[in-house]
């Protein structure tokens, strides 16, 4: 029967990366202006809904649009949502 490949043993020191290390950007906070404009357009998007329940029918261009206050008022609170992405 042939005998077996002796085989190495890994040598004690690590081996080192070849790859060029990238350093990832870092952006800080976001300002404060754009976290009150994302929180204030959830909160407008939530007054509209509740105002439109509440007096949609003393209120003309709310009565006009009828159904499509709801559009307008989740319209908003989306809108406020996509800009939570983007906050840091």
Do not use: C
């Not at 020191?13 to 976290?35: E, F, L, M």
């Not at 499509?68 to 008022?73: C, D, I, P, R, Y």
């Amino acid at each position: 029967m042939p005998k077996s490949k002796v085989r190495k043993k890994d040598s004690p020191a690590p081996v080192t990366d070849r790859r060029t290390p990238v350093k990832a950007k870092t952006s800080g906070p976001s300002h404060p202006i754009y976290v009150a404009v994302m929180l204030g357009m959830m909160l407008v998007g939530l007054l509209w809904l509740v105002v439109n329940y509440l007096a949609a029918e003393q209120i003309p261009f709310m009565a006009e649009l009828g159904a499509w206050n709801f559009a307008v008022g989740f319209g908003f609170m989306i809108i406020g949502l996509f800009m939570t992405m983007r906050w840091r």
